[in-house]
């Protein structure tokens, strides 16, 4: 059994048969994969796989070699046609059917066959037929395993087309369209595998429908499937889905459209006054209408006259619509008045309608409200006017309707005061019963305006218009004067006097009577008298001309009308006010000095009438002045604007009296308006050189200079003086004033500059004094001012270590002024003042010069320190050929510079054998001459230290014992390597020369002698170091 393998059929084969040596698959599989493939015709499917187009899909092939024993071969099989064969072994054999050859790969540990490029026709049932050499008993897989492969194909698009074959887009509105309409539509799935499921769907519900048709063109079906559908209110905001379900997409495909539809409205409904209202109330009326699709255009009536809020501003319609859940609106019209009795009984209707009642030429809906108003009553009086005499009977008319109609109070009003009806002395009637009023006997103060008051269970009802009862007596008057106020006589102006009623009917006075403190005046009309001027007048009015003292009386009247001549009015006194006489003017002190006071007084003799005790002043004759009125004014303090005229005058009520008017002269002490300032600096070498002080003094003061408290004589040449008196500046305010200049004569100062130590002194300005002041003086102290020199530093070099705070460095200058000091490094400034201070931790990029700017607006200067960053050496280790010995250089880069080194060798147990400091020829460097007896490789450390400490280690490989040439220098190699090349050319040329004179002595010797000729065999040696090189050259 050793040397047999058994196929599934059970049938051994000869294992010396597996390979033939003219093909990779033997006899014997292909016997045992034909009993395979009879196998597999009754087997059932073991697993389906489906995979997209043009995806690769993968088909495994299940193999237990615990169960079934070691694999011999593997075949695969396209329904009845093998594919593709495996056979196991030392020399593992694939081979693959042509066809396939491009697009199908078997592979093992999993087996399975890998399908590249999947097409619609690879869709089949895959058989995996395997042979085992020795099939175990437990092994339950004698009939291959078959593999159901389907080829996904996704659909290339969902359309919906309408009845008339045009394209819907997904989620497109269709319509309007009106219900019971029928609504037709086509749903098509094109280029698809496999057959898909397409279904017609409105919202959660599946609509009934025709089959779909399938259509199968290379492999891909197109299905359609149509819809027929009446439409109805359940349509309503839903959208009709297209939905396809297929194996070859993950989620249903959903493409849907809507309808616009077009309902008629279900319902109207009108409420809002449920029994009655009352006049004068808001009534609202409402109207719902439901259930429909557009919108409805709704119209009031007011029983069969429509209303329109655009003819009548106190109707409002306020309409609005609302869009309901299911597309459907629920408009609702309010319809708001204020009740009134025109409104009652009367039969308000709403009506509505919609374009699908329009198109269907039905009726529009309507609903109707009856309203009934109550209302309080509506009253009428009459007659409008009555004219009585006293103690006479009249009657007053009062009309009404109501709703209700019972009155529950009865009132009248006189002059919108309440009547007391309860007197029945004076009154009959004004009540429920007898709504009539009767005035029994009239008097005056039944005069008025009466109107009626009729109240019922709703409210009150007062009479638009009233009577008028006149009833006429005797008149009380007063007396009037026009202008009411004093007058004055200066105005030589008019008073007109009335004789006014203040009582009386009728109130036209016929006749009046004038009176002057208690005397008759005049009596009008005057019809007696010759001048017919006096009769045909306004007896209530009397003009008095030209008003003066004279007419300073008490004035009266009495006035007559038809009930006869009433009472004498109360007096009235007419004023008249007259201006006071001439003012005197006069002040003190007699001459105002500068920033002091002066007070000016003013009077008169007559104060007139009123008395007057208030005064206008003016100044420079302008004003009056608004804020002083009294009879003293005291001007402080003085100043070059008083020095003006002054004017007064009194004045009252009647006008202003004659003006006053003094000159006023004003004195200034000295002072000073340009003083000199406290310190005047000027450069040494300044060319020029001046002080100048103003001084106001009035009258004129003179002005002296004085250098350190010693006055400078006019002979003195160093100096020479310029003066000038100023006049005065209204602008500043300033009096007249003198300005003194002094000129410093540089031409006769020593060497025409000034000496920086010996001219520095104090300067004073001196004033004499005049009548008002004594003298005044201003010192300056006069410095002289040079440029920074002799600059300065504390510490001309400072040591620092690195990651340390150096102390500071002050920066000294001599100047005047002062200078001001900028410490600068690598051009830029890092501190400002004498003091460089650094409180950051330095670094060894903060190494070099740093540089203090000492300045002043003459000029700068300049000194310097060095601050020495002093840090640990780092090293670097170097292997060169020093005197024909390899040799290691150890560099230490550091400040300071001057290090010593430690050498040592890294052992394997990571412990380091000291070799010692090595040979110091330079102070940043150490050599170390390797031995030449190591075979193995190493690991040299160096280390250096300065005073600031040790550094970190270096090290470098060693691995063996250098070559010749590497123990050269570079260079030196450089230089051997380009002497070989040259001498190498040179015997290149040397060569080609003698090829070329033996040429041409052969050509030469051809044609003079038949002796040949035989060329010289030269042999050159070259020797190079490091070994020998032979070159033969024959020519």
């Known amino acids: 059994m050793g040397n047999m393998v058994l196929g599934r059929s059970g049938k051994a084969v000869p294992k010396s048969n597996q390979l033939a040596e003219s093909s990779p698959i033997s006899l014997s599989l292909v016997l045992l994969l034909f009993f395979a493939l009879v196998d597999s015709t009754s087997a059932q499917v073991d697993t389906t796989i489906s995979q997209q187009e043009s995806q690769s899909v993968v088909l495994p092939c299940p193999v237990n070699s615990e169960k079934c024993g070691k694999l011999h071969s593997l075949n695969w099989f396209k329904g009845d046609a093998r ?138 079906y197109t299905s359609t499937l149509e819809l027929d559908w009446q439409l109805s209110r359940e349509d309503l905001a839903q959208d009709f889905e297209c939905r396809v379900k297929s194996a070859a997409i993950q989620n249903v495909t959903v493409t849907k459209f809507s309808v616009d539809l077009q309902v008629r409205p279900t319902s109207i409904n009108i409420n809002g006054v449920k029994h009655h209202t009352v006049q004068g109330s808001k009534v609202v009326l409402t109207c719902d209408i439901r259930g429909a699709r557009p919108a409805v255009n709704l119209t009031w009536y007011n029983t069969t006259t429509i209303i329109s809020s655009d003819e009548n501003e106190i109707t409002e319609i306020r309409t609005k619509s609302l869009e309901k859940s ?28 919609n374009i699908v009642l329009q198109i269907n030429r039905e009726k529009p809906i309507s609903s109707a409200l009856t309203l009934e108003v109550l209302y309080p009553p509506v009253v009428k009086v009459s007659p409008s006017d009555i004219i009585a005499n006293t103690s006479e009977i009249v009657l007053l008319n009062c009309e009404y309707v109501a709703n209700p109609a019972s009155l529950t109070q009865v009132e009248w009003y006189r002059n919108d005061d309440l009547v007391n009806v309860n007197d029945t002395t004076h009154y009959k009637g004004g009540n429920s019963e007898n709504v009539a009023l009767v005035i029994k006997a009239t008097n005056k103060e039944d005069i008025g305006n009466y109107s009626c008051q009729l109240s019922n269970n709703i409210g009150k009802g007062t009479s638009d218009h009233k009577i008028n009862l006149d009833v006429q007596y005797a008149p009380t008057v007063e007396i009037l004067m026009i202008p009411k106020g004093p007058v004055k006589e200066s105005d030589e102006s008019n008073v007109t006097l009335f004789c006014n009623v203040l009582d009386a009917n009728p109130s036209v006075l016929t006749k009046v009577r004038w009176y002057a403190n208690s005397t008759l005046l005049k009596e009008l009309p005057d019809c007696e008298e010759t001048r017919e001027d ?10 008095l001309e030209s008003i003066g003292r004279g007419f300073f009386y008490n004035y009266s009247c009495e006035g007559f009308n038809a009930a006869g001549w009433g009472p004498r009015s109360e007096e009235k006194e007419l004023l008249v006010h007259y201006e006071p006489g001439p003012a005197t003017l006069s002040h003190f002190p007699l001459v105002a000095v500068k920033k002091k006071s002066v007070t000016f007084s003013c009077s008169v003799d007559d104060p007139g009438f009123p008395e007057s005790n208030r005064f206008r002043w003016l100044r420079g004759g302008r004003g009056p002045l608004q804020d002083i009125v009294t009879k003293d004014w005291t001007v402080e ?24 008017t003094v000159n006023l002269e004003v004195h200034a002490p000295p002072f000073f308006i340009r003083n000199l300032p406290q310190y005047t600096g000027i450069l040494h070498t300044s060319p020029n050189a001046t002080l100048t002080c103003r001084i106001e003094c009035v009258p004129r003061c003179d002005i002296s200079w004085q250098k350190d408290g010693v006055p400078i004589e006019r002979n003195d040449t160093r100096y020479f003086v310029k003066e000038k008196y100023m006049d005065a500046s209204p602008a500043t305010g300033d009096f007249e004033s003198m300005l003194s200049v002094l000129h410093f004569n540089m031409p006769n100062w020593p060497d025409s500059k000034f000496n920086i130590e ?35 530093v504390s510490e001309k070099i400072v040591y620092v270590q690195e990651g340390t705070i150096p102390g500071r460095v002050i920066c000294k200058s001599r100047a005047n002024p002062e200078p001001s000091y900028d410490w600068i490094f690598k051009n830029q400034t890092i501190a400002n003042g004498n003091a460089l201070i650094i409180n950051t931790p330095m670094t060894r990029n903060d ?6 700017l000492a300045y002043n607006k003459h000029g700068n200067s300049i ?150 000729i035989s060329c010289i065999q030269s042999k050159r040696q070259v020797v190079f170091t490091g070994g020998t090189v032979v070159g033969t050259w024959r020519v």
């Open 83 to 220: 594919i593709a064969a495996m056979l196991l072994g030392d020399s593992n054999v694939t081979s693959v059917n042509k066809e396939f050859d491009e697009r199908v790969t078997v592979e093992q540990n999993p087996y399975r066959l890998v399908i590249k490029d999947l097409k619609i026709a690879d869709e089949d049932i895959y058989l995996c037929d395997t042979t085992f050499f020795i099939p175990e008993e437990t092994c339950d897989n004698f009939n291959g395993y078959r593999i159901e492969l389907r080829v996904l194909v996704p659909p290339t698009e969902v359309v919906i087309l309408d009845a008339k074959g045009d394209r819907l887009e997904n989620g497109r509105v269709v319509g309007p369209m009106q219900e019971r309409q029928s609504l037709k539509a086509t749903c098509t799935v094109r280029n698809t595998r496999p057959q898909p499921e397409v279904s017609w769907f409105r919202g959660t519900k599946r609509l009934t429908t025709y089959s779909p048709t399938h259509d199968l063109i290379n492999g891909l």
């Open 534 to 543: 006096l009769c045909h007048i306004d007896p209530s009015k009397l003009l």
């Open 863 to 1012: 000194a310097k320190t060095i601050i020495e960053v002093q840090f640990k050496p780092r090293c670097e280790i170097e292997r060169q050929e020093i005197d024909d010995q390899d040799t290691l250089i150890c560099i230490a880069y550091g400040n300071p510079i001057e290090a010593d080194f430690s050498w040592s060798i890294k052992t394997e147990n990571e412990t380091d054998e000291s070799l010692g400091s090595g040979k110091k020829e330079n102070s940043d460097k150490s050599y170390y001459i390797l031995q030449t007896d190591y075979a193995i490789s190493r690991t040299y450390r160096c280390v250096a230290n300065n005073t600031v400490g040790y550094g970190s280690f270096c090290e470098i490989e060693v691995a063996e014992q250098l070559a010749w040439w590497q123990l050269w220098e570079k260079n030196t190699l450089i230089i051997l390597v380009a002497a070989i090349l040259g001498l190498m050319l040179t015997v290149i040329i040397i060569c080609c020369i003698i090829i070329c004179i033996c040429r041409r002595r052969r050509r030469q010797d051809k044609y003079l002698t038949e002796v040949p």
């Open 326 to 353: 299911d597309g459907t609106f629920h408009t609702q019209s309010e319809l708001i008045f204020n009740a009134t009795r025109f409104e009652n009984d009367r039969v308000f209707r709403c009506e509505a309608e």
């Open 758 to 792: 010996d001219d520095n002194a104090n300067y004073t300005c001196v004033s004499t004094g005049n009548t008002v002041g004594g003298s005044i003086r201003s010192r300056t102290y006069f410095g002289i001012e040079y440029a920074p020199e002799n600059t300065t």
């Open 637 to 660: 303090p003085i100043d070059l604007d008083n020095r003006s005229n002054y004017s007064c005058y009194a004045y009252n009520e009647g006008g202003k009296g004659v003006m006053a």
């Open 847 to 852: 190494n070099g010069t740093y540089t203090c």
